[in-house]
C-alpha cells in the first residue's frame, strides 16, 4: 500500500452513496424544504470531553463523487490562545475505496488539516477552516463549508454527534449533514445503542445514515505526516 498525504478543501466528514464488497450505503444528505428550525443542540462542550482522537461511525453528506472513504478518523487538539474564541487544530484521516484509484494502484490514505473554533465561549456550534483549498472540488450546488456552522447533538466521553446544514439558493431544497463518532473504532455494543438512542431523541433516522467501514485501517497512519 501506497501512502501519501495531501491537503484538500472538503468536508470535514463527508461520504456518499456507495456499494462494495464490504458495505452497502443508502440515502443521500440532499432533501426537500427547508432546514429545521427544531434542532437542539448543546449550550456549552466539556473540552476535556471534546479533545482527542475521534472515529467515525456514520453520517450523511451530499453525493459527491469525490468523497468515498473510509477508516475516518478525527482529531482535535486545543491550541491556546484568545479564551474567547476556542480554538482547536482539526485533522481528519481517511482512506479512499480501492475501485476509485487508477487501475494497479493501491489505495490512498490522506490527511487534511485545518482549525476549528468554537464562536461564543464553548456553545456548542463551531466552525472549520482547512489550510488550502483544492479546486478541483465540485458540488452541484456548493456548501459554503468555510461559514457553515456545525452544531454539537450529542457528546460524552464516548461518542460525539455534529449536524450541519444549509438551505440552498433554489429555496426548494437543503442539505443536511450528520456526522456520528465514537473514541472505538469498533465500539461496544452498548456505545452503539447509545448513539441510536441519542439520534432517535434527536428526530434522525439512524437508517438513513452511511456506515463507515474501519478495516484494515494501517493503524491511521500516513508515513511522512507533518506533526500533529
Known amino acids: 500500500m501506497t501512502n501519501t498525504v495531501i491537503t484538500t478543501q472538503s468536508s470535514p466528514l463527508s461520504i456518499v452513496i456507495f456499494l462494495t464488497s464490504s458495505c452497502l450505503v443508502a440515502g443521500q444528505g ?9 434542532i437542539q443542540y448543546l ?13 467515525m461511525q456514520f453520517g450523511m453528506t451530499l ?10 478518523r478525527m482529531d ?27 487501475p494497479g494502484t493501491a489505495n490512498t490514505g490522506t490527511a487534511i ?4 473554533k468554537f464562536p461564543r465561549d464553548w456553545d456548542g456550534q463551531f466552525r472549520i477552516r482547512y489550510f488550502r483549498k483544492d479546486s478541483t472540488t465540485f458540488r452541484t450546488e ?12 450529542s457528546l460524552d466521553c464516548d461518542k460525539l454527534i455534529i449536524y450541519a446544514c444549509q438551505n440552498f439558493q433554489s429555496g ?7 456526522w456520528v463518532y ?20 434527536k428526530g434522525i433516522d439512524v437508517e438513513e445514515l452511511y456506515w463507515i467501514n474501519h478495516s484494515d485501517c494501517r493503524n491511521y497512519i500516513i508515513p511522512g505526516a507533518p506533526a500533529f
Open 113 to 116: 488539516t485545518g482549525t476549528l
Open 63 to 72: 453525493d459527491e463523487p469525490n468523497t468515498f472513504f473510509r477508516c475516518r
Open 172 to 178: 426548494s431544497q437543503h442539505a443536511e449533514l450528520i
Open 182 to 201: 465514537t473514541r472505538y473504532s469498533h465500539p461496544s455494543d452498548d456505545i452503539v445503542d447509545a448513539y441510536r438512542d441519542a439520534l432517535r431523541d
Open 43 to 55: 449550550q456549552s462542550v466539556d473540552r476535556g470531553a471534546f479533545e482527542g482522537s475521534w472515529f
Open 30 to 38: 440532499r432533501k426537500s424544504g427547508s432546514c429545521r428550525t427544531d
Open 76 to 102: 482535535f487538539k486545543f491550541l491556546f490562545g484568545d479564551q474567547s474564541v476556542p480554538t482547536y487544530k482539526a485533522r481528519e484521516f481517511k482512506i479512499s475505496h480501492e475501485y476509485l484509484q487508477e
Open 142 to 153: 456548493p456548501i459554503n463549508w468555510n461559514s457553515l456552522r456545525y452544531k454539537v447533538l
